[in-house]
């Protein structure tokens, strides 16, 4: 933790030095606030969306159309957290080739150099979750729903065809190991009462 304006912040988990408005294949987990099961449950290994979940995955499956450079592998809606595999810039895969048209632009000030220097650069990946989160987001208080996103999200850059493979699976039997999800909120309170 540094401090920043007299508070105490979490250093970036992104990789110093590297440009995520790259070319790559990304593997991503956004949690919901709390872990909060929001978007819907598992019930005997399948997973039911919750009207806020449906949206979820409306949402993410838009994000090409907001974005011309991005394009989506396997992705799964989970109760509380969603994991997908977000494909930036001029990659082909499998056939599925991905045009190279960054054009989207970042809603930071230009005129505030420090707000520039820290908001996600316009195609990164950083503007593609912040902006497919804050869209949920405004769904879900226009329609009166109890929801919020942690602030953060996890992401690993896939780095061969080996990995990739690996990280399809996991997604696709995701549901299938909820009992022993570690975002499942079951296992975080057992997690908590342990080391208290």
Known sequence: MTLFKDKYRAESSRLKGWDYASEGYYFVTI????????LGGIIDGMLRL?????????????????????????????????????????????????????????????????????????????????????????WCREYNHDFGWQARFHDHIIRDERSLDEIRKYIANNPLKWDLDEENPVNIKSYIAVET
Not at 31 to 38: H, P, Q, S, V
Not at 53 to 63: C, L, P, Q, S
Not at 73 to 99: C, K, T, W, Y
Request: proline content about 4%.
């Open 31 to 38: 949690c919901t606030l709390n872990r909060g099961c929001f």
């Open 50 to 138: 919750s009207e806020v979940g449906k949206m979820a995955e409306i949402y993410w499956r838009e994000i090409p159309d907001h974005f011309e450079n991005v394009r989506l592998d396997e992705f799964i809606i989970m109760p509380n957290h969603l994991h997908g595999i977000v494909i930036i810039g001029n990659q082909s895969n499998n056939g599925r080739d991905v045009a190279c048209n960054v054009s989207t632009p970042c809603n930071a000030s230009t005129n505030d150099k420090f707000m520039s220097r820290i908001s996600p650069k316009s195609g990164s990946l950083g503007a593609v979750i912040r902006s497919y989160k804050s869209a949920l987001t405004r």
